[in-house]
């Protein structure tokens, strides 16, 4: 799969997070401040059921757990953490990736992959990571947006 097939998906991904239902007050993305949205280049489809976790740096030796959760059919995670848990700072995203190809009869090269960002370092804002999968290698990209205001 290339970049650009990426860049399709996953502005797909994008466009379903904001197509979530909008409350009385307009405000429909606050459902999704981050998004995840994960595939498998080996066999160019979603991959469902990576579980991730989420972690805030606490100080330079500690993080502490704030989210986790799986991806569905799609390869998408949604409501993963709310705005009110989503605050400035920085963030470690975990993959599980090794179950992944575990499950799908692969031993992959990777424990796991992370993704490390800081958050809202210049305003508020939404976020979908994209993660690519194969075995021996993986490609994230960042989708950064100002949130709905
Ligand atoms: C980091 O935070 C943890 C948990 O609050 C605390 O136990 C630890 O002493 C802190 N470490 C440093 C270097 O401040």
């Keep these: 799969m290339d970049s650009s097939l990426l860049s399709v998906l996953l ?3 994008v466009l379903l997070c904001s197509a979530a239902p909008v409350d009385r007050h307009g405000e429909s993305d606050t459902h999704c401040p981050l998004m995840v949205k994960i595939l498998d280049a080996v066999k160019g489809v979603p991959a469902g059921a990576v579980t991730l976790s989420v972690s805030r740096r606490v100080n330079e030796t500690t993080w502490a757990q704030v989210a986790s959760g799986m991806t569905d059919l799609t ?3 949604h409501n993963l953490i709310s705005d009110q ?3 400035s700072g920085v963030y470690r995203v975990e ?3 090794k179950a992944y190809w ?3 009869g692969t031993t992959p090269f990777h424990e796991t ?3 490390v960002f800081e958050a809202h ?3 508020h804002r939404h976020y979908t990571l994209a993660l690519l999968l194969s075995p021996f290698s993986y490609t994230t990209t960042a989708v950064v947006m100002k949130a709905h205001e």
Excluded: L, N, P
Aim: glycine share 10%.
């Design 113 to 115: 992959a992370e993704v």
């Design 102 to 104: 575990k499950s799908q």
């Design 121 to 123: 370092a210049e305003g």
């Design 75 to 77: 390869g998408e995670v």
């Design 85 to 87: 848990d989503f605050q």
């Design 95 to 97: 993959f599980d990736t």
């Design 11 to 13: 502005a797909a991904a």
